[in-house]
């Protein structure tokens, strides 16, 4: 399968001193845009993602800073790379997996075709019924409660690199909490408070108070076909595997799909 068949053109440009508040309004129009190709003189120069804005709002040195005053070209991920459409996909796979990058520039004669991120390639196994979520899984995923700051949260997920966490409560999910979620509500908070309340109000903004409560799981016997539907219905970066006591024993991400791609799992 080539790249050209599995990328996205219905892709999403900025301007690279457009103000994140924008960047935000942008990738929350569409349910399948969670990045946006930042541009300077019509050229592209870098990606911004909701994990980009998440990180930006929870540093230090943007504290007390609104997603208003703050220019895309502050927050976005670069340098990029860039794969040709005639590629296959197990080669833009494993660049992805390589670089830690979770999505390539299609270009060809310096000419920008689209977009491939990992959610483009879950169309590799969208027929796929050998395969079972278990055996994709990462076994006893990291867990994150109600009750844990906003600010832990962002800070776990960026230290281990993840998009999405469980909220649990007495063994059982209840949400969930994802790179969206932390861009949303760390961007809201800068404009909800003033600058010289901000920093005692975030030692009392918990994951309660904004996690989505929608999990996404699946049976650990499930098809990878039916895990791949799952991932496009609902847009997440991540699906939770249950037993067949409905206990969490996994998690499928779509890094872990990318992988399967470049181990070559059939």
Do not use: W
């Not at 911004?48 to 943007?62: E, Q, W």
């Amino acid at each position: 399968m080539k790249v050209s068949e599995v990328m996205t053109t219905d892709f999403e440009t900025i301007e690279k001193d457009i103000n994140l508040d924008k960047a935000l309004g942008l990738m929350r129009k569409k349910k399948d845009i969670s990045r946006l190709i930042v541009v300077h003189n019509e050229k592209p120069v870098g990606i911004i993602s909701f994990r980009d804005v998440a990180n930006k709002l929870g540093t230090h040195k943007s504290e007390g800073i609104s997603a208003k005053s703050l220019r895309v070209s502050g927050a976005m991920s670069y340098p990029l790379l860039s794969i040709n459409p005639n590629e296959d996909v197990k080669s833009a796979a494993e660049l992805m997996i390589e670089k830690g990058i979770s999505s390539l520039l299609v270009m060809e004669n310096e000419e920008l075709k689209g977009l491939l991120r990992k959610f483009d390639l879950l169309k590799v196994y969208d027929t796929n019924k050998k395969i079972k979520a278990r055996d994709l899984m990462t076994p006893d995923p990291m867990t994150i409660t109600e009750s844990e700051r906003i600010l832990a949260a962002r800070n776990t997920m960026l230290e281990k690199k993840f998009s999405i966490l469980p909220v649990m409560d007495e063994g059982i999910i209840i949400g969930i909490i994802d790179d969206e979620t932390l861009a949303d509500a760390l961007a809201r908070f800068r404009e909800q408070f003033p600058v010289k309340h901000q920093k005692s109000r975030l030692h009392e903004f918990f994951v309660g108070q904004v996690m989505k409560s929608d999990p996404p799981t699946i049976n650990e016997k499930a098809p990878l076909c039916d895990l791949i539907r799952v991932f496009q219905d609902t847009n997440y970066k991540g699906v939770f595997v249950l037993d067949k006591e409905n206990k969490l024993v996994g998690i499928v991400t779509l890094t872990d799909i990318t992988k399967a791609i470049v181990e070559g799992k059939k």
